[in-house]
């Protein structure tokens, strides 16, 4: 499938019910469908009924933050692929940086996860992106080639089609510090061509890889103008309908 531009808003764990429904009804009303997707990442309360919400519209899309690999059992607080199924989950987002952090998630278990979310057919959005003193050392892009080989590579090429990536580096998720659009390009080439080189140009070319990392309305037409950048995931600015609507629209808008 050829790539699609996509804003994809992480909600992490932020609004309460009411609050979230409300959110999930204004992005309805002010977001005008394009070819574009957007996706809905919220917390599991709302998956459901934000399902309902969003039920019909060929442009939106909704999204877990996370998943169980196993298909059920004792797994006190977790939450598995067919729970997520039975509410309209189509994506699930894996890896981000603060499940590696917090909840020590390994490439090696996200592997797994990769593979459980695929066995259901939904769609991984898979995070990588490296820590400042990673940056500054000047390894970033072993490093996050390390995250992709390792949690992704070993898949077949048709599997592989259907894994969306966002690269997120870790000291621009929710400082107000962006990725310039070149850091940005640079970064998405890179993964581009890690593709092209496990898989083919083809496969690469398919691959819809996502900027993350304090995407704001006054940031995404640069961002998202850059030829390897195919949206964004997005944290707080997610969290407004007036802004992620603003981001969202952000597509085409550039000159570049
Ligand atoms: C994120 O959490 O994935 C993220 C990019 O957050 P923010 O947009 O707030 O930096």
Same mark, same amino acid.
């Not at 970033?140 to 390390?146: G, L, Q, T």
């Not at 030829?227 to 600015?237: Q, Y």
């Given at each position: 499938m050829p790539r699609k531009n996509i804003a994809a808003g992480n909600w992490k764990m932020n609004k309460n019910y009411e609050e979230g429904l409300v959110l999930a009804r204004n992005l309805l009303v002010k977001s005008s469908a394009s070819d574009a997707l957007m996706i809905l990442a919220t917390p599991f309360i709302h998956l459901k009924e934000v399902g309902e919400i969003i039920k019909g519209q060929p442009h939106l899309r909704l999204a877990a933050q996370n998943c169980h690999p196993e298909k059920s059992g004792a797994y006190t607080g977790e939450i598995s692929l067919d729970m997520l199924k039975s509410v309209g989950v189509t994506h699930v987002i894996l890896g981000h940086s603060e499940r590696r952090e917090y909840f020590h998630e390994s490439n090696e278990l996200l592997a797994q996860k990769v593979n459980a979310v695929l066995e259901n057919g939904l769609t991984p959005i898979f995070c990588c992106g490296e820590?400042?003193?990673?940056?500054?050392?000047?390894?970033?892009?072993?490093?996050? $080639?390390?995250?992709?080989?390792?949690?992704?590579?070993? !898949?077949?090429?048709?599997?592989?089609?259907?894994?969306?990536?966002?690269y997120e580096p870790i000291w621009a998720i929710g400082t107000g510090v962006t990725a310039s659009p070149e850091q940005a390009q640079a970064m998405h080439r890179e993964i581009r061509q890690m593709i092209a080189g496990k898989y083919n140009?083809?496969? $690469?070319?398919?691959?819809?890889? !996502?900027?993350?990392?304090?995407?704001? &309305?006054?940031?995404?037409?640069?961002?998202?103008?850059? &030829?390897?950048?195919?949206?964004? !995931?997005?944290?707080? $600015?997610? !969290?407004? $309908?007036?802004?992620?609507?603003?981001?969202y629209d952000a597509f085409g808008k550039s000159e570049s």
């Open positions: 820590r400042l003193d990673i940056r500054e050392a000047g390894t970033h892009v072993s490093y996050v $080639a390390d995250q992709i080989k390792e949690s992704l590579f070993h !898949l077949s090429a048709e599997d592989f089609g259907k894994i969306i990536i966002a140009a083809t496969v $690469a070319d398919n691959c819809s890889i !996502l900027y993350g990392g304090s995407v704001k &309305p006054g940031n995404a037409v640069e961002l998202f103008g850059q &030829p390897d950048v195919d949206g964004g !995931l997005v944290g707080g $600015a997610s !969290l407004k $309908a007036e802004d992620f609507c603003a981001i």
